[in-house]
């Protein structure tokens, strides 16, 4: 089985869309799968992350590259498109419906759909939300049980249970986006409340925040970590 995926990634959105399209091809993968990525760029951040899997291909559509291109593109033998982007809409999915045999779609909008598959995972979510918005008979799939998570989350999770007893050490990642004022935030209101945490910035630069960190006797800065379930099962609180 042939499968195509289109996510988001930017400073703005961070890379949220990413981890989970990650998540699911590794899966999706294990089980026989060729994955393609169908994108329109590739930095090195994401390139590094995408090499992280093995006997992918990516094709490089070129930044505002045409429905008709991607149509191009997917009329190469793929049997469905998973599609994680805030910027495609159901004008979208419509227009490329008659290449592909299934659609899948991975959002948190609560916007129309015209897809065989629907994954909302926000915590809060129920089928009911998406009875008027999505074909008759397509599959719906809501709410936290279906987070796209790596496989070392549910393992180091019974672990993370018995810390959250007490408040001793917090760990924060607030994602690869656009996010400097609100890390800032928090290092000083955990400061304020002379807590113990580790910061994770992964990829990002951001100047002020490790001279803010600098200053903090409760602060930890990581650059990366490639662990970050074991990291989370070891805090009290994750942000």
């Known amino acids: 089985m042939k499968i195509a995926f289109r996510f988001a990634s930017s400073s703005q959105i961070g890379n949220g869309h990413l981890s989970r399209c990650l998540s699911l091809a590794r899966r999706l993968q294990s089980d026989g799968a060729q994955i393609s990525f169908i994108l329109s760029s590739l930095n090195s951040s994401i390139k590094a992350k995408l090499e992280e899997i093995h006997s992918v291909s990516v094709v490089l559509l070129g930044e505002n590259a045409s429905v008709d291109k991607f149509k191009e593109v997917l009329g190469n033998g793929f049997d469905w498109l998973i599609i994680d982007d805030y910027s495609l809409d159901i004008a979208f999915e419509r227009a490329v ?6 659609l899948a779609v991975i959002d948190d909008l609560l ?27 397509c599959k719906i799939m809501t709410g936290p049980s279906y987070a796209l998570l790596q496989p070392a989350f549910s393992e180091e ?24 004022k609100i890390i800032l935030a928090a290092i000083r209101a955990l400061d304020e409340q002379e807590l113990p945490y580790d910061l994770v910035l992964g990829n990002s630069s951001f100047p002020a925040v490790n001279e803010r960190a600098k200053e903090s006797q409760f602060c930890q800065v990581f650059d990366f970590v490639d662990d970050i379930a074991k990291m989370m099962s070891q805090s009290s609180l994750f942000l």
């Open 97 to 102: 419906r008659p290449t592909v045999p299934k």
């Open 111 to 137: 916007r129309p759909h015209d897809c065989d598959i629907i994954v909302d995972q926000n915590l809060g979510r129920s089928d009911m939300d998406y009875e008027s918005l999505v074909p008759k008979g």
């Open 157 to 180: 999770r019974s672990k993370g249970l018995q810390l959250r007893k007490r408040l001793d050490r917090v760990l924060c990642y607030f994602g690869g986006g656009d996010v400097e």
